[in-house]
């Protein structure tokens, strides 16, 4: 976050991204009015209408609307919190100059809140009444810190709304303009019904769903019955894949003829979500062929994972003793059973799938390289090779090698991969990276960045890096987080258990022993948090985001598997789940995955409402691009779902914007963004793509294509 108001506006608003411009403390501010023209509400309160000067903000899930100068601009942030912008070239909230906020007042009246926010210090001049929509309200007249904010405050069905104004400079014209923004929003603030959250099949883009392992079977729990069922009774499960859509669980039996568990023998399975049609993909006798294993060696699979929103798999193969670590790639679906191999036996490869789910990315000791899904399954694999290769000497540090994923991330438009490769040797946490951008294409391979570092790991959203690094006395090491050098777009990034916890939203949050705490935008460290912490009270271990606002985590002293929220709530999936140390790499495999998928995602472009194809625009134009889009799936759009930028040229648009529309299935929307033509003559294409409350993408990919010039 840049240049931040202190105090209310910084605690409000630091987890939305937004901040405003430092600005010049006037001598005096601009005086606070006592009382309002805006008449008591009823229960058919209805939202002014605009003028010729202003524009209608309305926000029906959290109950209010208002009037604001047609010259700013309005930019969602999240359901619960908007700013208005000046209509200059800045598309981001960090110019902003009004901050809006609601959240839950939690049985506190205006002037309680009011007084917590007094006691924390920086209000300068006493407070005043003042009455908004017949509700008694509250100004602080003026909050100091980088930029000097008039906030005001009210409370109504337990709901705090909080407006902040960053005060202007001490000349007149300012003073003036300012005036007329504070009169104009707070005069025509209305407080209306609030709209009931959307109906539909369960939650928003689906209830969770947790398949786990316990006592070495394989269970579903669903949040929608808040009950687990038994679908396999084995006995021999060691760890569990679910499927993107939640319909299918892939699993792996392991069999201990002596006990021993570093001599065991190893199947994979897959069985539908309700217990039904269980069948084998890969039988112990294949792995032990395939692998050229003897009767008394241990065979396993150390890796599974499901490709993207499909129904095939990705597994890695290895046997002890003559391997250690992964050796072979492989690709099964569930559906036909068909199989392909796409790195053979012997050889260690970093693999994922692309969200379009129709190719892999390969890394191998000698570089990247890209199969198509349906090519492999036909038998006939071909491979696409970077032109150029990468440059560096050395091999890279392979997942199977080292537990350290170099493979880093899918671009969520499926054009390109992001890798890790080594510069030069070092240690404790020293050796210099770069990071490289590899296009599916076969073009050449970009540098992007270089650091000294290890457990590198991307943000959601591609903006960030975080990184481990520690060369200090006495072996001191530190979370450090970048930001990247070139527009990347969303991402689909490879976990690092070892890094940040990166929700689907692109917050970061530090994970502690027994809490939880959200990062700082714009942090330079991971000790940069902002806002309290979320207190588990209980040591808590792996965690795993279902969507961005839920998780599935463990618990210690007792095992117990938990759907967390960051409201602070929590439910009790299981007690006793399975967490089974790999004897063989020393890694840890998962007994449990979740999704949120009872009901599938999909939509369709329906036409261009404004800005057709090829539209003239001088430069540093701004505009508005809306598309109409229909929900063809079974999922109720809500706030949860994401409008985002994809890929292309942004032309300063917002990373990610929330519907403010519920949208039931079949139902059609328009989704705007505001845009700024490039200063500089050519043509532009940006693409936008809805996104799941998972981080998922799915459906239409609109674009906007201009001419500058």
């Known amino acids: ?366 570089g990247p390289f890209f199969v198509k899904v349906d090519d492999a399954h036909s038998g006939q694999v071909a491979f696409t090779y970077p032109s150029g290769g990468i440059s560096g000497p050395g091999q890279y540090s392979l997942r199977a090698g080292s537990g350290i994923p170099s493979l880093k991330a899918w671009t969520q438009d499926s054009s390109a991969v992001l890798i890790r490769g080594p510069i030069a040797p070092g240690g404790n946490l020293t050796t210099r990276w770069t990071i490289y951008s590899v296009p599916v294409d076969g073009s050449a391979a970009q540098a992007l960045i270089t650091l000294s570092g290890d457990y590198l790991e991307l943000a959601p959203d591609g903006s960030l890096l975080a990184f481990m690094r520690g060369a200090g006395p006495g072996g001191a090491s530190g979370r450090f987080v970048v930001p990247m050098p070139k527009e990347l777009g969303p991402l689909a990034v490879n976990r690092d258990p070892l890094g940040l916890s990166w929700s689907p939203s692109g917050s970061a949050f530090v994970l502690g022993s027994e809490e939880m705490t959200r990062l700082c935008a714009n942090a330079a460290q991971a000790i940069e948090v902002c806002g309290p912490p979320l207190d588990f009270g209980e040591p808590v271990g792996p965690l795993e985001w279902i969507d961005r606002e839920r998780f599935v985590y463990l618990a210690s002293v007792p095992n117990r598997l938990l759907l967390g929220s960051l409201d602070g709530s929590r439910t009790v999936i299981a007690e006793d789940p399975r967490v089974l140390p790999n004897a063989n790499s020393g890694s840890i495999a998962l007994g449990f995955a979740g999704v949120a998928s009872t009901c599938r995602d999909d939509s369709e472009f329906v036409s261009d409402v404004t800005v057709p194809d090829g539209t003239h625009f001088s430069p540093n134009t701004l505009f508005r691009k809306t598309w109409r889009l229909r929900n063809t799936g079974d999922c109720a759009w809500d706030d949860s779902y994401r409008l985002t930028f994809l890929s292309g040229d942004r032309m300063s648009g917002p990373r990610s914007a929330p519907l403010t529309d519920p949208v039931q299935p079949g139902e059609e929307i328009d989704l705007s963004v505001m845009l700024i033509a490039p200063d500089s003559a050519g043509t532009y294409l940006g693409r936008w793509q809805l996104f799941g409350p998972d981080g998922t993408p799915f459906g239409a990919a609109p674009y906007v294509a201009i001419q500058v010039p």
């Open 1 to 366: 976050m840049k240049n931040v108001p202190s105090l209310v506006v910084a605690a409000l608003f630091a987890l939305t991204g937004c901040g405003s411009a430092a600005t010049t403390i006037p001598p005096s501010a601009p005086p606070v009015p006592t009382t309002s023209p805006t008449s008591i509400p009823t229960a058919e309160a209805t939202c002014p209408p605009p003028s010729e000067d202003t524009r209608l903000l309305t926000r029906e899930q959290t109950g209010f609307c208002l009037l604001y100068p047609e010259s700013f601009i309005e930019v969602g942030t999240d359901p619960t919190q908007v700013c208005l912008v000046p209509g200059e070239p800045f598309m981001a909230c960090h110019s902003a100059k009004v901050f809006i906020n609601v959240a839950d007042a939690a049985g506190r009246t205006v002037r309680q809140a009011a007084d917590e926010v007094i006691a924390q210090g920086g209000v300068i001049g006493d407070p005043s009444p003042l009455t908004i929509a017949g509700q008694e309200a509250v100004v602080l007249p003026e909050v100091g810190g980088q930029a000097s904010t008039r906030v005001v405050m009210l409370v109504h069905d337990d709901r705090l709304y909080t407006v902040g104004f960053v005060l202007p400079g001490a000349d007149a014209p300012s003073v003036a303009e300012f005036e007329l923004l504070f009169h104009t929003i707070i005069d025509s603030f209305t407080l209306v019904p609030a709209a009931p959250p959307p109906a539909g099949t369960g939650l928003a883009g689906g209830s969770a769903v947790v398949a786990y392992v316990k006592d070495d079977d394989v269970l579903v729990w669903e949040e929608t019955t808040g009950q687990s069922q038994t679908v396999f009774d084995a006995g021999d499960v060691t760890q569990v894949e679910i499927s993107d859509d939640g319909r299918l669980v892939a699993f792996v039996r392991r069999m201990l003829p002596d006990g021993n568990p570093r001599y065991g023998r190893s199947s994979l399975w897959v069985v539908d979500r309700d217990g039904a049609n269980p069948r084998e993909l890969v039988s112990d006798a294949q792995l032990r062929s395939r692998l050229g294993a003897s009767e008394t060696d241990d065979t396993d699979f150390p890796e599974v994972a499901w490709i993207p929103g499909t129904h095939r798999l990705l597994y890695s193969v290895m046997f002890f003793p003559a391997y250690i670590y992964s050796s072979g790639v492989y690709l099964v679906d569930a559906d036909t059973l068909a199989s392909a191999e796409l790195v053979p036996v012997g050889e260690s490869a970093d693999f994922a799938g692309s969200p379009d789910g129709e190719q892999v990315a390969l890394l191998s000791e000698t």
